[in-house]
């Protein structure tokens, strides 16, 4: 199976919000609501923000938001801050009892 | 402190093996879905390999089905992987990971270790 589509990069200014779009089939985005999102700093374990499509762990921070429209799911971040500077990757549980990830993309601020 | 610390990575020929470990700590252990997910040096993540609770049952990427085996020891709270038939596409980094429910979400991960397969 070919990896969830992702733009490559996204920008924005502080205080913008900036959404990132994650593609895939019925057998995965599509198909399910189990949808993650990770924030991954250069050199670092990535970081849960976002699973089950739309909810957040505990200590998240509430400028980070998850949505799904048919096969895309997608990320926002609102109220774009320097520190939300990073990769972020998508994820999907599959039909076939696996999980696919998306490119990455990476944000600038 | 809950926490997931990876060994076991190196440098291993092509065709060799290779078994790494992950030592989990400050949760418990034989309650939750395991898995590994790995990513090659300036490239994505990709999704390796998961085992149940209790090790009865497992999944595998296509890419390393009947290559790798994942297992796990839940008297000693550690997680394996043995990776044999080793090729250069096989690089990375190898995260431990903790599965939120069931092969879902990842919410926590472990520093990773390095296989670097070179002759």
């Known amino acids: 199976q070919s990896a969830l589509t992702q733009p490559a990069s996204v920008s924005g200014s502080p205080g913008q919000s900036i959404t990132i779009s994650c593609t895939g089939s019925?057998?995965?985005?599509?198909?399910?609501?189990?949808v993650s999102w990770y924030q991954q700093y250069p050199g670092k374990a990535p970081k849960l923000i976002i699973y089950?499509?739309?909810d957040r762990p505990a200590g998240v921070s509430n400028r980070f938001s998850g949505s799904k429209s048919g096969n895309t799911a997608s990320l926002t971040i609102s109220g774009l801050q320097a520190e939300d500077e990073a990769d972020y990757y998508c994820?999907?549980?599959?039909?076939?009892?696996?999980?696919?990830f998306g490119g990455g993309t990476k944000v600038t601020v | 402190e809950v926490q997931l610390v990876e060994s076991g990575g190196g440098l291993v020929q092509p065709g060799g093996s290779l078994r790494l470990s992950c030592a989990a700590s400050?949760?418990?252990?034989?309650?939750?879905?395991m898995s590994w997910v790995r990513q090659a040096p300036g490239k994505g993540l990709e999704w390796v390999s998961t085992?149940?609770?209790?090790?009865?049952?497992?999944f595998y990427a296509d890419f390393v089905k009947g290559r790798f085996t994942i297992s796990r020891d839940n008297s000693k709270n550690t997680l394996s992987l043995q990776m044999s038939s080793l090729r250069a596409d096989d690089a990375a980094v190898y995260y431990c990971?903790?599965?939120?429910?069931?092969?879902?979400?990842?919410?926590?991960w472990g520093q990773g270790t390095t296989v670097t397969v070179s002759s």
């Open positions: 990971a903790k599965d939120l429910k069931t092969i879902d979400a990842f919410d926590m």
């Open positions: 400050g949760f418990m252990f034989s309650d939750h879905v």
């Open positions: 085992i149940s609770d209790n090790g009865g049952s497992t």
């Open positions: 019925s057998r995965d985005v599509g198909g399910y609501k189990y």
């Open positions: 089950d499509v739309i």
């Open positions: 994820s999907s549980y599959t039909n076939s009892d696996s999980v696919l």
